[in-house]
């Protein structure tokens, strides 16, 4: 029965970073991989990166690349999504999804567990 949590979200200007969290419970990393999701107002889910069990990160969008991250720290059993250079067009609110499978999935339906998610927020 895993649990997740989100937290980190809020109000940047363009151009600002921030670090999302991702706190697990009721199982570790070990054998689940872990999905970063994000949906903007008006539109579907879209997958933006997954780290796999082994630490592998899948990139699930071209917007990701030289701005996006997927840290993970294994004793705190805490998965983040750093983001930089932010941009309006990055205002959502941001999920995780755990897998129970050590491989990532490309879609949303591939997840057992979703947190509640994060909004954030990018105007000047």
């Known amino acids: 029965q895993p649990q997740l949590v989100e937290s980190g979200g809020g109000l940047v200007q363009p151009g600002g970073s921030l670090r999302l969290s991702c706190a697990a419970s009721?199982?570790?990393?070990?054998?689940?991989?872990i999905g970063w999701f994000r949906q903007a107002p008006g539109k579907g889910r879209e997958g933006v990166l997954c780290?796999?069990?082994?630490?592998?990160?899948?990139v699930l969008a071209d917007f990701v690349e030289g701005r996006f991250t997927i840290p993970r720290d294994n004793a705190k059993n805490t998965v983040y999504l750093q983001i930089n250079s932010l941009k309006p067009d990055d205002t959502a609110v941001y999920y995780c999804a755990a897998r129970r499978n050590r491989l990532c999935s490309r879609s949303p339906s591939g997840y057992d567990s979703w947190g509640q998610g994060t909004q954030v927020t990018v105007s000047s």
């Open positions: 780290i796999s069990s082994s630490g592998g990160t899948t």
């Open positions: 009721g199982f570790t990393l070990n054998d689940y991989s």
